[in-house]
Nanobody, 126 residues
Framework: QVHLAESGGGSVQPGGSLRLSCTAS???????MGWYRQATGKEREGVAV????????FYSDSVKGRFTISQDTDKNAIYLQMNSLKPEDGAMYYC????????????????????WGQGTQVTVSS
């Protein structure tokens, strides 16, 4: 069983930046991994996904150009660099993973992932 652990959340003013980290307890090569978020009272939504073996990345329209997902297979980790943060970006952010390549070249449904972290809270307010 692979465990995912997120870190890096916090409070930031609008326009600020945060970098989230997700470390896996096992080997992430040949996996599909992503960042998802869930605000209070809303459904969980995809933010960014990376196909580890070839580095292809996919972003939701709401974060494209502001967020960057990256990977470090030596550390079994993925990251989410979030710039130009907006109040609507505030949510619990979750790391997700599944074995094998990403089945589609797009943001996957949360139900398609088999492993989840506990989440890290991001608050954006002045």
């Amino acid at each position: 069983q692979v465990h995912l652990a997120e870190s890096g959340g916090g409070s930031v003013q609008p326009g600020g930046s945060l970098r989230l980290s997700c470390t896996a307890s096992g080997y992430i090569y040949n996996s599909c991994m992503g960042w998802y978020r869930q605000a209070t009272g809303k459904e969980r939504e995809g933010v960014a996904v990376v196909n580890i073996v070839d580095g292809r990345t996919f972003y939701s329209d709401s974060v494209k150009g502001r967020f960057t997902i990256s990977q470090d297979t030596d550390k079994n980790a993925i990251y989410l660099q979030m710039n130009s943060l907006k109040p609507e970006d505030g949510a619990m952010y979750y790391c997700a993973g599944l074995r094998g390549t990403c089945p589609r070249s797009t943001i996957l449904l949360p139900s398609e992932f088999t492993h989840w972290g506990q989440g890290t809270q991001v608050t954006v307010s002045s």
